[in-house]
């Protein structure tokens, strides 16, 4: 595996590994992790857990190289960078020069929350970018969708082929352009029906309301339905502070989930890295979008030219794609 041109560069590399087979995972992963052992640096491998066997039984046994499962881990995007740069600050202040991670984004299971994660694999190259940190993101070519390997291409700075080949990625795309490219999300099956409860105007007291009465009927656990309350409240309270009116609230529960909308004419966030990223001069309270994208399973944005429209999910997304 050719090594040196991550090897020369000091922040952030970021690698898209595309795979076909055990074989071909094997071949690009395990060399990788055996250099940054042999260098001293700290390795974690964040694999589903047959790959994360996989690698672990070629692999010697050290503390040096963790594994972590990617549930603990790739939970929603935003909650991944913060801790991501936890760990990564905490590595570089114990003097570490370089950090290694195999990580394995849920894109095969995500289904219509994909687009969140393509959102993700584009903003880290920002939100990583202090740290000495090479990363190789991995994805089966027999699970992935064609959509989602496209939207690969585009956020990894660096391509490693089944055979190890690393090569400068031309495709890659600055990630402030990609993220403020029209995207439009998938509409979740929910929302083929009338909406329960449809709301012009409503004070973020009556749109907390409005969701705790819609909850009734699901079987979500009560804290996913808190932090949906606490979401729409912040999404509405934006909306009417920063939007334009009116602001419309639109609600779908089903039995396993709640799907709740916020519609405003205006263009919606200006910051490309909105949600992902705590907005460097945001006053006290004033992290809504960000604090909401930990607090729900889902949360898409939508632009057009009625305005934005901020989809937010508790319980699991549908699966459609």
Not at 97 to 105: A, D, L, S
Not at 118 to 142: G, H, K, S, V
Not at 162 to 175: I, S
Request: hydrophobic share 40%; net charge negative.
């Amino acid at each position: 595996m050719r090594t040196h041109a991550a090897a020369a560069h000091h922040g952030f590399a970021h690698d898209a590994v595309c795979y076909g087979s055990d074989k071909q995972l094997l071949a690009v992963v395990v060399p990788f992790l055996l250099e940054g052992l042999e260098a001293g640096q700290p390795t974690r491998v964040a694999l589903r857990e047959r790959n994360a066997e996989l690698i672990r039984s070629v692999m010697p046994a050290t503390e040096q190289l963790s594994f972590v499962p990617p549930s603990a881990v790739y939970t929603r995007p935003a909650s991944t960078i913060e801790t991501y740069r936890r760990m990564l600050a905490g590595h570089v202040a114990a003097g570490a020069q370089r950090i290694r991670i195999v990580g394995e984004v849920p894109a095969s299971e995500c289904g219509m929350a994909w687009q969140w994660w393509a959102r993700y694999e584009a903003a880290i190259n920002y939100a990583y970018q202090e740290f000495p940190l090479w990363a190789m993101c991995a994805y089966d070519t027999r699970l992935t969708t064609p959509q989602v390997l496209d939207d690969v291409a585009r956020t990894h700075q660096f391509l490693v082929d089944g055979d190890g080949r690393r090569v400068v990625n031309d495709r890659f795309t600055d990630p402030v352009a990609f993220l403020t490219e029209p995207r439009s999300s998938i509409a979740d099956p929910l929302e083929s029906s009338p909406p329960i409860s449809e709301l012009v105007n409503p004070t973020p007291t009556v749109a907390r309301r409005a969701v705790l009465d819609a909850s009734r009927g699901t079987r979500l656990p009560t804290a996913d339905v808190e932090d949906l309350v606490i979401a729409v409240s912040e999404t509405v309270t934006n909306a009417i502070c920063h939007g334009h009116p009116p602001v419309q609230l639109r609600i779908w529960p089903g039995p396993d989930r709640i799907v709740v909308t916020v519609t405003d004419e205006g263009g919606g966030p200006t910051d490309p890295f909105a949600g992902l990223l705590p907005a460097a001069s945001a006053p006290v309270g004033g992290l809504g979008l960000w604090v909401t994208y930990q607090l729900c399973e889902l949360v898409t944005i939508d632009r057009g030219e009625r305005g934005c429209t901020i989809r937010l999910v508790a319980g699991k997304p549908s699966p459609a794609s």
